[in-house]
């Protein structure tokens, strides 16, 4: 199947206020294997349209589930894997694309079995063989082996990691129109369906909103060498607009939340600039970030493993050097 003929589903997370940058990325992303189309369990907002008819998106799939099960179905990973499984068949699909989520990886496993197609976890890039098979990248064995995965099923399912691509709206915006589908939900969608869901906003005390961690394009991370004092790397996120990250030895001594913790027991990211201040780089720590496009090691110890794979090596003290490292970021945004 040609790329102009292949049409390539994209999971919404967030339709009901705005997109994400991972949505956005999905969206340019598909647009490089064929034709995009959105699929939704909730009613597009004004703003979601808008982004849709911007980057390209003509369609928008939105499921009307035939029963009321009340404001979280959408958060449903069963429901969302039978809906998704529902507008695949009615389109004809032959890729659906959602962002690697932890409860999107288990929707697209679902939506994997109730299809019968290949699957996909954490791609870190999609594209397609000469033999026109959809094929996935991504690391693996903790970021030391780089794979590609041809998915030979007339279906593939693949979850994107956050920072695969850089979202680009496409050459001309067109209107963006939504059509409804009936999704009969099962007795395992009722009852995965959520009694009540809370949702925290990724605030710190009178500051700005941070990112979340494992979508975020910047992170700031801080090891053993903080001593439990993260204000120098919560200041240079703040300059960045970052999300703050942390080492499991800074979890397990009670400095941070296990939210915080990047590695192989904690949230992989993949960042566009990923900053380690006062971090060795146990292999614990750099599987969870090696594939972090541009690193930057922060460490007063010149033998540090972590500068081994870093782009960017300072030896100092991260007191000193993060503080002065915001304050020029502060200043230049000033002048910009």
């Known amino acids: 199947m040609t790329s102009s003929r292949r049409t390539v589903l994209v999971h919404l997370d967030t339709p009901a206020t705005e997109l994400s940058s991972s949505a956005l990325e999905l969206l340019t992303l598909g647009r490089t294997l064929g034709r995009v189309e959105a699929v939704a369990l909730e009613s597009p907002s004004l703003e979601t349209l808008a982004q849709l008819g911007a980057y ?16 979280d179905a959408a ?3 069963a429901l969302v894997a039978e809906a998704l499984a529902r507008a695949a068949d009615a389109s004809g699909a032959a890729v ?16 994997a079995f109730l299809t019968g197609a290949g699957l996909v976890i954490d791609a870190a890039g999609v594209s397609v063989s000469e033999e026109g098979h959809v094929v996935g990248s991504k690391r693996v064995l903790a970021g030391s082996w780089d794979t590609s995965c041809e998915i030979l099923t007339d279906l593939a399912v693949l979850t994107v990691r956050a920072n695969a691509v850089v979202p680009e709206p496409a050459e001309a915006a067109v209107e963006t129109t939504v059509e409804g589908y009936a999704v009969v939900p099962s007795a395992l969608a009722k009852a995965g369906v959520p009694t009540s869901r809370e949702v925290h906003a990724a605030e710190h005390g009178d500051g700005p909103a941070r990112p979340a961690l494992a979508e975020a394009a910047f992170v700031v991370a801080g090891g053993r060498g903080t001593f439990g004092d993260f204000t120098p790397v919560e200041d240079l996120a703040d300059a960045l607009g970052a999300a703050v990250g942390a080492t499991r030895d800074c979890v397990d001594e009670g400095w941070i939340g296990h939210d915080a913790q990047i590695g192989q027991t904690g949230v992989t990211v993949a960042p566009r600039v990923y900053v380690g201040a006062g971090i060795s780089g146990a292999p614990h720590h750099r599987g969870g970030m090696q594939a972090s496009q541009v690193i930057v090691a922060v460490n007063n110890d010149p033998d540090c493993p972590l500068f081994e794979i870093a782009d960017l090596a300072v030896v100092g003290d991260l007191h000193e050097v993060l503080p002065q490292a915001a304050e020029r970021i502060r200043e230049h945004k000033a002048q910009a």
Not at 56 to 71: F, I, K, N, T
Not at 97 to 108: H, I, M, R, Y
């Open 96 to 111: 659906v694309l959602l962002a690697s989520t932890f409860p999107n990886k288990e929707s697209a496993a679902r939506l």
């Open 75 to 77: 958060h449903s990973t």
């Open 56 to 71: 390209g998106v003509e369609l928008v799939r939105q499921a009307e589930v035939s029963d009321d099960l009340g404001p």
